[in-house]
């Protein structure tokens, strides 16, 4: 699921340029490096306050990579929101923490995880904290 299609084009057109000089398709595309959200997975719930983290798969990276820095972004819907759960932290770690931020409870939520390009995770929830009094 690539988020931005730029990229995702530019990968088409390169492959298609590289099919027309008959060539085997090159191996410079392979540091476009958009690793696969292993969690959280569809249906999973986080609690605001909650201390959460995100993983994905590192387990075939490229050589080089273009973009190491990770970002984590919201997202809900179709909206990437304007909220960063985490940022700065190396795209090969494979997981990251953070504390779940007070947004409006909802089903909806998914997280962004950037780095060289956008790649997202499924929908889950994010609820209040119902033991809590406030
Ligand atoms: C991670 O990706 C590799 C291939 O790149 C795949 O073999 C492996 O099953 C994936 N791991 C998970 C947990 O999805
Ligand atoms: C996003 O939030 C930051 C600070 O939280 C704010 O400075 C910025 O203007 C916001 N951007 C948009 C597009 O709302
Ligand atoms: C990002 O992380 C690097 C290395 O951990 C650190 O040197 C740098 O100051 C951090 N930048 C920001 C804006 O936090
Ligand atoms: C999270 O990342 C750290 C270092 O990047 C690693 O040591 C740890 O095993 C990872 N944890 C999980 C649950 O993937
Ligand atoms: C939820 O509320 C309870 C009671 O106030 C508190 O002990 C607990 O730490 C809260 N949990 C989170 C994730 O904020």
Same mark, same amino acid.
């Given at each position: 699921m690539y988020f931005t299609t730029f990229n995702f084009f530019f990968v088409i057109a390169f492959a298609l340029l590289a099919l027309v000089h008959a060539h085997p398709v090159s191996l410079a595309i392979r540091d476009v490096f &958009? +690793?696969?959200?292993?969690?959280? %997975? @569809?249906?999973? #719930? $986080? &609690? *605001? =306050?909650?201390?959460?983290?995100? #993983? $994905? !798969?590192?387990?075939?990276?490229? @050589?080089? *990579? #273009?973009? +190491?820095?990770?970002? /984590? /972004?919201?997202? %809900? =819907?179709?909206?990437?929101? !304007?909220?960063?759960l985490a940022g700065n932290f190396s795209i090969l770690a494979g997981n990251v923490s953070f504390i779940v931020p007070s947004v409006t409870p909802d089903d909806d939520y998914s997280v962004v995880l950037f780095g060289d390009s956008g790649n997202f995770s499924p929908d889950f929830s994010i609820v209040a904290n119902v033991s809590g009094t406030s």
């Open positions: &958009v +690793p696969e959200v292993l969690t959280p %997975k @569809a249906g999973d #719930t $986080w &609690v *605001i =306050g909650d201390t959460q983290s995100v #993983t $994905w !798969n590192v387990s075939s990276p490229p @050589a080089q *990579i #273009t973009n +190491p820095v990770g970002q /984590l /972004l919201l997202r %809900k =819907g179709e909206l990437t929101q !304007n909220v960063t």
